[in-house]
């Protein structure tokens, strides 16, 4: 009878380490669920803030083309009146030269 007792220890001990066991792994099993719900929600939040960024990438490149086609046409229009003024002062030197900037009636060089 004794044999059939230390039997029946031998498989109850079996069977509570079994129980332990099991309800370890349907505690890790839950914490691992509930991580990788965790990281699907932060990945769902990363990509919506992602989605944000690149939205206002679109709109601050398009706000660069803008200010550079501004830069580009307020450049153009100095550079136009910078060739002008210099135009006008080499052809004021040419004429005060050839005589062609002295006041009406004034006599000319040369003649």
């Given at each position: 009878?004794?044999?059939?007792?230390?039997?029946?220890?031998?498989?109850?001990?079996?069977?509570?380490?079994?129980?332990?066991?099991?309800?370890?792994?349907?505690?890790?099993?839950a914490e691992?669920?509930?991580?990788?719900?965790?990281?699907?929600?932060?990945?769902?939040?990363?990509?919506?803030?992602?989605?944000?960024?690149?939205?206002?990438?679109?709109?601050?490149?398009?706000?660069?083309?803008?200010?550079?086609e501004r830069?580009?046409?307020?450049?153009?229009?100095?550079?136009?009146?910078?060739?002008?003024?210099?135009?006008?002062?080499?052809?004021?030197?040419?004429?005060?030269?050839?005589?062609?900037?002295?006041?009406?009636?004034?006599?000319?060089?040369?003649?």
């Amino acid at each position: 009878r004794s044999e059939l007792d230390a039997e029946r220890d031998r498989a109850r001990g079996a069977q509570a380490a079994k129980d332990a066991l099991a309800e370890r792994s349907a505690a890790r099993a839950a914490e691992d669920e509930a991580r990788a719900t965790k990281l699907r929600e932060d990945r769902a939040e990363a990509e919506k803030r992602a989605q944000v960024a690149e939205a206002k990438v679109v709109l601050l490149e398009g706000q660069v083309l803008k200010a550079e086609e501004r830069l580009r046409a307020a450049t153009y229009v100095r550079g136009g009146s910078a060739r002008s003024a210099a135009a006008e002062a080499e052809g004021v030197v040419a004429g005060a030269t050839a005589g062609a900037g002295a006041p009406p009636g004034a006599p000319r060089a040369g003649g």
